[in-house]
């Protein structure tokens, strides 16, 4: 079965500090991997998306994700992170199917300290 | 731009009431799908649905749950008798039909907070 890890369940940094969120997935065919964000008191939104091509991808906000197809990981970054960042981030992966389930790691909770 | 919408926000029900949470997805998404998220906890799967039909649910979607799509708009999610554990926040959301293509983005809805007392 699909699963998702993300290594880190809390992280606090201090703001314009980098930042790296692990993800790695169990799954050996192919997959879209997802990176989404949900602030405080509000809904999921999608950071960003890998379906195929360049593995660097970038999303909203300056972030960015590399997948590593042989390491099975999919690492977000950011180079200088804002108070506004502080978030739950929720790495995701779903097999490439119109109809299947996205699987989402337990998230990772980022207390940027002004 | 269009979104997924959900009603409503917050639903505060007794233990062994039937509760129906709704969602409208996107106009001209055809793949529909629940999820829920237990406080504190990961966003879980609980069922997809396409053609007025299950495609796939997970242990969590037992008899006491059931989905429907009622008048080609609304999306709906019943749990006919609800537990303590049911209390979580339930997302919908949405796909479109790529005509082949492996793009299948899913659109989350902000979600109902369902509290079972």
Redesign the interface.
Known sequence: AQSVSQHNHHVILSEAASLELGCNYSYGG?V?L?W?VQYPG?????LL?Y??GDPLVKGIKGFEAEFIKSKFSFNLRKPSVQWSDTAEY?C?V?K????????????TRLHILP | EPEVTQTPSHQVTQMGQEVILRCVPISNHL?F?W?RQILG?????LV?F?NNEI??K?EIFDDQFSVERPDGSNFTLKIRSTKLEDSAMY?C?S?W??GGL??????????TRLTVL
């Open positions: 192919t879209n997802f989404y509000q809904h999921l939104q999608l998306k379906f195929s929720f995701a779903n490439g199917n119109r109809d299947d389930k996205i699987i989402f790691g337990k998230g | 793949y799908y999820y906890q990961k966003v879980e799967f997809s396409y495609s796939e997970s997302f959301a796909t039909t790529s492996l793009y299948n983005e899913q659109f989350f809805g902000p979600g």
